[in-house]
């Protein structure tokens, strides 16, 4: 007999995921089906097997070796850091060095007290304040400097502005009154002619009319 | 007697192994060891490639702790890991198997009675048949009884879609079971 699918339905009862209605309904299903009741008792036989598994005991092992790991690692890390920071300690300040009594001050290779230590300390601040005030100083007698030089040149630059404009506004009013003057030339020239024109008509016109008053007999 | 009446729950447990504290790391491991190592052997079918599994799963565990936040329950997280590495173990070996193994299972410790090897025995037979991914549904369901909404979570699939490959994989087990009954009974 060739196995066949089961439905999905018949799974859900099996596995117990239907609800109590369902479920009522599904077996009345069974009742009545023969084929329906041998599905389910197969897929409950399947069921059954499978819920036959018997947990095994883990082999005996040990986990901390995986904490021992890493908290080996941490250590490294901090073991790498410390000695980081020591390195750096002792590289940035080499004139300090750690006695068992407390700390010992040395300057320039000979050793001072810690009052001498803190005077000259003092020292070393005053006159870094004092060097300090007057790069200020300098600094602002400089920036006016420069501002003085900016507004100089700005004026400058404003002048020759002014004076680019004057000299445009000369040579445009020069250049309106060259085309003024040449509209009047063109306009005498024009009325020149013109009267010229007229003189000739006028002689013509006399010279024909004298020629008929003397051919009148 | 030793007595613990309140119980550690995973989540103090866990923020105890991340401050360092081997005792809290320990009792986590042996909270779900056998249980990490009997799907890791329903999964592979071996038990020393079981036993390495879990192993690996442990330290894929302890590994990315700092990365668990405490969203889902710890143990839907150990076993989102023991998913990817079984499948990770798995595509490795892609070892297939012969249904004619099935009855023979000489991978198993043997350690426990008789009936309990061949009904475990039996069991990873029935288990060979399915592919990994069939396999390892079947495994988060029936034996972790993991809801199909978590399962569906945890295969990047819809919950329909994971209730529908549950099926399908116990229709492969119960057709192939049958398949094998009437050719022995032919026999």
């Known amino acids: 007999m060739m196995p066949h699918k089961v439905s999905d339905t018949a799974w859900a009862y099996c596995l117990g995921e239907m609800n109590e209605a369902d479920a009522a309904d599904f077996a009345t299903r069974i009742a009545a089906e023969p084929a329906l009741a041998r599905d389910v008792a197969d897929c409950e036989a399947l069921l059954h097997k499978l819920g036959g598994w018997q947990n095994e005991p883990m082999p005996p092992w040990d986990p901390r070796h995986m904490v021992n790991r890493q908290s080996h690692h941490w250590g490294l890390q901090w073991l790498t850091a ?46 870094n304040k004092l060097a300090v005030e007057r790069r200020i100083a300098e600094l602002r007698e400089d920036q006016t400097l420069k501002n003085r030089r900016l507004v100089v040149s700005l004026l400058t630059v404003a002048e020759q502005r002014r004076r680019n404009d004057l000299i445009q506004m000369a040579s445009w009013f020069s250049q309106q009154k060259e085309l003024s003057n040449r509209q009047q030339r063109q306009i005498v020239q024009w009325v020149a002619d013109a009267q010229q024109h007229d003189d000739a008509r006028i002689n013509a016109l006399w010279t024909t009319v004298s020629n008929r008053e003397e051919s009148v007999p | 007697m030793h007595l613990t009446p309140f119980p550690s729950t995973d989540q103090t447990l866990v923020a105890k192994a991340l401050s360092g504290s081997q005792r809290a790391w320990t009792k986590l491991v042996r909270r779900y060891e056998q249980e990490v190592f009997n799907h890791a052997l329903r999964m592979t079918g071996h038990h020393d490639d079981a036993r390495d599994l879990t192993q690996d799963i442990f330290l894929a565990v302890f590994r990315n702790l700092p990365s668990f936040r405490g969203d889902a329950r710890f143990r839907t997280w150990l076993y989102r890991i023991a998913k990817n590495r079984s499948i990770d173990l798995l595509r490795k ?74 099926y399908a994989a116990l229709n492969k087990l119960k057709s192939t079971s049958e398949a094998n009954h009437d050719a022995a009974q032919s026999l």
Not at chain 1, 97 to 112: D, K, L, M, P, V
Not at chain 2, 116 to 140: G, T
């Open chain 2, 93 to 166: 070996r892609q070892k297939l198997v012969s249904i004619d193994t099935l009855g023979d299972c000489p991978e198993l410790s043997q350690a426990g009675d008789v009936d309990h090897f061949h009904d475990n025995c039996e069991v990873i037979a029935l288990l060979r048949l399915l592919s990994s991914e069939q396999r390892l549904i079947l495994e988060l369901k029936f034996f972790q009884q993991f809801t199909f909404e978590e399962i569906g979570a945890q295969m990047n699939t819809s919950s329909n879609t994971a209730k529908t490959r549950y």
């Open chain 1, 82 to 127: 410390a000695f980081a920071a020591a390195a750096l300690v002792f590289s940035l300040l080499p004139h300090f060095h750690a006695s068992a009594t407390g700390i010992q001050f040395t300057w320039s290779g000979a050793g001072i007290s810690a009052a001498q230590m803190e005077s000259r300390l003092l020292q070393f601040d005053s006159r």
